[in-house]
DNA sequence: ACCATGACGCACA
DNA sequence: ATGTGCGCCATGG
């Protein structure tokens, strides 16, 4: 699948998400200068879910290996959102990467959350 | 161009 | 805190 302009600014801001950290859909989607879209930025992670060979062509000229961390992105009020893979996987990544989650809820949310300023 | 969908967000009750 | 409704926006038929 051909990567759009929006997908290439929504991965892009994806890669930046630290290990460990998370973000949201509506961080995403004003960084991209679209505060409103949040919700196209998920339909946007839905398409490629790892996306790992369609945006390997885009990127492959500046990144070895082009991970999308999409998992590291949940909804505004902390809950874990959805996910492709199935939410359930989603929330073992993340605890895998060291972020608490309590009844599906993240820990400290606040404090782990990466803002793209 | 119109309609339906969906990894969202916010206001309200 | 919990559920419902409605608006938003990028896709695909």
């Known amino acids: 699948m051909k990567t759009n302009p929006f997908q290439k600014l929504v991965y892009a ?14 961080a995403i989607a004003r960084a991209i200068g679209k505060p409103k879209s949040a919700r196209a930025v998920g339909n946007a992670l839905n398409k490629n879910p790892f996306a790992l060979a369609s945006i390997r062509q885009d990127v492959s000229s500046s990144r070895s290996g082009p991970k999308i961390p999409c998992h590291r992105v949940v909804k505004s009020d902390g809950t874990i959102g959805g996910f492709a893979q199935g939410s359930k996987n989603k929330i073992k990544m993340l605890e895998k990467e060291g972020v608490k989650i309590k009844n599906g809820k993240i820990n400290e949310f606040k404090e782990i959350f990466f803002k793209f300023s």
């Open 13 to 26: 801001a994806c890669r930046k998400i630290p290990k460990g950290r998370v973000s949201t859909y509506q």
